[in-house]
């Protein structure tokens, strides 16, 4: 259920699974990820965090993945 787009195929993942009425919950053991994305310093961690809720915002409004990927590259 992934589809095959340059960007937000996460974020269109999780969309399919609510939509078709999948539970979403918290797991009972830790995960980890890489922080690359996330430069140093709490300032900038917020200002990357803002700036994708500002991309998937535009997604779920009707912002194609191409155009998001091109916006993606100037998030950090």
Do not use: C
């Not at 995960?31 to 994305?37: G, H, P, W």
């Not at 990357?48 to 997604?59: D, K, P």
């Amino acid at each position: 259920m992934f589809p095959d787009v340059p960007l937000m195929e996460d974020f269109q993942f999780a969309l399919n699974l609510k939509r078709l009425g999948e539970p979403l919950g918290m797991t009972k053991h830790r995960i980890r990820t890489s922080a690359r994305r996330f430069p140093d310093g709490e300032v900038n961690r917020l200002r990357v965090w803002a700036n994708m809720a500002r991309l998937r915002s535009r997604y779920v409004k009707g912002a194609s993945p191409e155009e998001l990927a091109l916006a993606y590259g100037n998030v950090w």
